[in-house]
C-alpha cells in the first residue's frame, strides 16, 4: 500500500522556522522525483520545491528560494522541506508529492498545515 505521511506543521512567527517530512512507504522512494505543493485557502495548489531521483536536483519556486530547502534520505524513505524566514503568506496546507512522470505515477500525501501568524 502507497503510502505518503507528512508531518511537522505547526503554527510559527513571522521570522521563523519549520521542518516538514514526509515518510513514503510501499513504492521504490529512490526512483520517484520528490516534491512539496502547497495550497492557500481560495488559491490553487502550487508546486513549492522539488527534488529529483538519482543525482537530487532541487528546484524552487521562486518565492521560496533562499529560504527553502528540499532534501530527501533515501535511506530513511524521506523527504524534507526545511523553511526559514517563514512569512504569512507561506501559510497553506503542505503536500507530499512523488512522480515518476514517464509511467504516469502519481502520489500525493494527506497534506499538513503551516500557519504563519504573530
Known amino acids: 500500500q502507497v503510502q505518503l505521511v507528512e508531518s511537522g506543521g505547526d503554527l510559527v512567527q513571522p521570522g521563523g522556522s519549520l521542518r516538514l517530512s514526509c515518510a513514503a512507504s510501499?513504492?521504490?522512494?529512490?526512483?520517484?522525483?520528490m516534491s512539496w505543493y502547497r495550497q492557500a485557502p481560495g488559491k490553487e495548489r502550487e508546486l513549492v520545491a522539488t527534488?529529483?531521483?538519482?543525482?537530487?536536483?532541487?528546484n524552487y519556486a521562486d518565492s521560496v528560494k533562499g529560504r527553502f530547502t528540499i532534501s530527501r534520505d533515501n535511506a530513511k524513505n524521506t523527504v524534507y522541506l526545511q523553511m526559514d524566514s517563514l512569512k504569512l503568506e507561506d501559510t497553506a496546507v503542505y503536500y507530499c508529492?512523488?512522480?515518476?512522470?514517464?509511467?504516469?505515477?502519481?502520489?500525493w500525501g494527506q497534506g499538513t498545515q503551516v500557519t504563519v501568524s504573530s
Open positions: 508529492n512523488g512522480q515518476v512522470r514517464s509511467m504516469g505515477i502519481n502520489y
Open positions: 510501499g513504492f521504490t522512494f529512490r526512483a520517484f522525483t
Open positions: 527534488i529529483s531521483s538519482g543525482l537530487g536536483t532541487t
